[in-house]
């Protein structure tokens, strides 16, 4: 018998006469007539093949065929209530996984303080953090192994789309018994010739070198290392035995180390950091109320530091 002969309102009635023993009372519960529930329960049974009540003019009992098919029809409804309540909370952006790229300082620091934000509104969200590198951040939003991706400026072509949201001065950062750690405030670049620098990945090739590439040889700006981890160049500029240039906003990670923070004007080298979607398809609910929540959250946090 195909399930597409019920009709949801048919269960419906059976269930309000069967809990109620009155098809008056059941009416009143689902908002219809008398008459309407009776003609909906006559075609249930009609479906089905056997009577469900035992009907008198003093009482409406539960028939024996009637009794043994409760279970099931009760069954059926409640899953049907839960499959509506689930679609609310899609609908609403309250349930569904997230899953998001950053960079180490970015996923250890704001995104997680972001999610516990986030789940004290929307618990049944679950939001994942893939640990990216940055230059493959527009990569895994455009081929979809993530839903999006928060991190430093990067080119997008059309597959993904980007949206600023701060801007983070490059500066300088290092061990307090350092000799530029007594340095006046701001530091020029020039003055960074021949200053012993370890850089983190591809950073310094992307936003400091570039920009003084046609200064003099003697003084450009020049890494004497370069690690992958900006965890590892602030370990080695505790020890003193380097300076590393990053983003003011990664003071979460240097601050704690004992690190100083200096300013490196002339000019003044800036970070912006975005949230990257995919353009050409659509985000889930749930992706989609994140991020909004991500984008406000992420400015406010950067205010902060």
């Known amino acids: 018998m195909p399930l597409t002969r019920f009709t949801l309102r048919q269960i419906e009635a059976f269930i309000a006469v069967a809990e109620l023993h009155s098809f008056t009372l059941a009416a009143s519960r689902l908002g219809l007539t008398a008459q309407a529930v009776s003609q909906l ?12 009540f035992d009907r008198t003019t003093r009482k409406v009992a539960l028939s024996s065929a009637g009794r043994d098919f409760l279970g099931s029809a009760s069954t059926l409804l409640r899953h049907v209530h839960a499959a509506d309540s689930a679609a609310d909370d899609v609908r609403n952006r309250a349930t569904g996984v997230v899953r998001i790229g950053a960079p180490l300082v970015l996923a250890c620091t704001a995104l997680p303080m972001a999610m516990r934000a986030y789940q004290k509104t929307k618990p049944k969200v679950v939001v994942r953090i893939r640990d990216v590198p940055v230059d493959h951040l527009v990569d895994r939003v455009a081929g979809g ?18 949206t600023p949201l701060f801007d983070s001065a490059w500066v300088l950062w290092c061990a307090p018994d350092h000799p530029l750690a007594r340095h006046r405030r701001a530091i020029r670049w020039a003055e960074l010739a021949g200053v012993a620098i370890v850089s983190a990945g591809r950073d310094h090739e992307h936003s400091v070198a570039q920009m003084h590439q046609d200064m003099p040889a003697g003084t ?6 370069v690690v992958d981890n900006v965890s590892t160049a602030i370990g080695i500029a505790a020890q003193g035995l380097a300076v590393t240039l990053a983003p003011a906003y990664v003071g979460v990670l240097a601050k704690p180390f004992g690190l100083v923070m200096k300013r490196v004007v002339q000019p003044e080298s800036m970070r912006k950091v975005c949230l990257y979607a995919p353009a050409g398809r659509a985000l889930s609910p749930a992706a989609e109320g994140f991020a909004e929540f991500l984008a406000d959250w992420v400015r406010a946090w950067s205010a902060d530091q």
């Open 41 to 52: 329960v006559a075609e249930l049974e009609a479906i089905l093949g056997f009577r469900l």
């Open 220 to 225: 450009r700006v020049t890494p004497v290392d």
């Open 145 to 162: 192994d993530v839903d999006l991706a928060i991190g430093p400026d990067r080119r997008t072509g059309d597959a993904v789309q980007a």
